[in-house]
């Protein structure tokens, strides 16, 4: 009954105290974030990483990413799973708090935007919660609802393979979130200037 009021008195860590007061002024910057998880469940799923790359005044800025590896041996070995690219990559691997405060101070107050870019918040909404953060404020932008409305389409999805097809983009092998960011932040910029988006 008296949740609210728990939540105003609520003591938030430094770093997201930090990320709110980024919103007072809007930003320019687009985040494309891809995350690689265990499931689609964010009540019992997990995050394996987080790919991002920003787009700033319709270009990628390759030198402004953010990739991720968080360790989930917990999750691992309760589910008698094995992940070779957990083992083998050369990428640092992060504590999930440590991941996501990393993540939270990288977007900032961008605009975030995904390949059902909701359920990527939601993932991330839900391991917040255990660190007694608030939820992810950022706008957010789908591509595959940006596809959808260009075309007039509300009965068919569209996974990322069916974009990079449809736009005819050309691609290598995907082997991490990094690379599905690539992806979608070119498709992002295709749909941004078929739609006529600022």
């Given at each position: ?60 800025v390759v030198q402004d990413t953010l990739e991720l590896v ?20 050369k990428l640092p691997k992060f504590a999930e708090p440590n ?56 009965s068919k999805f569209f996974s990322l393979d069916d974009l ?35």
């Amino acid at each position: 009954m008296f949740d609210w009021i728990k939540n105003i008195n609520k003591e938030y860590p430094e770093f997201w105290k930090e990320y709110l007061s980024k919103f007072e002024k809007k930003s320019n910057r687009y985040v494309i974030l891809s995350t690689e998880t265990t499931g689609l469940n964010p009540k019992k799923d997990v995050i394996l990483s987080f790919g991002a790359i920003a787009v700033i005044d319709d270009q990628i800025v390759v030198q402004d990413t953010l990739e991720l590896v968080i360790l989930q041996y917990k999750y691992l070995h309760d589910n008698g799973m094995t992940n070779e690219f957990l083992v083998e990559t050369k990428l640092p691997k992060f504590a999930e708090p440590n991941a996501l405060e990393e993540l939270v101070k990288y977007i900032g107050s961008s605009t975030l935007v995904g390949h059902r870019i909701h359920f990527d918040i939601e993932m991330i909404n839900e391991a917040l919660e255990k660190l007694n953060c608030g939820r992810i404020k950022n706008e957010a932008l789908d591509i595959e609802i940006m596809h959808q409305k260009l075309y007039d389409i509300t009965s068919k999805f569209f996974s990322l393979d069916d974009l990079v097809k449809s736009y005819k983009i050309p691609q290598s092998e995907r082997n991490s979130a990094i690379d599905d960011a690539y992806l979608i932040a070119l498709l992002f910029l295709k749909l941004k200037s078929k739609l006529g988006l600022k």
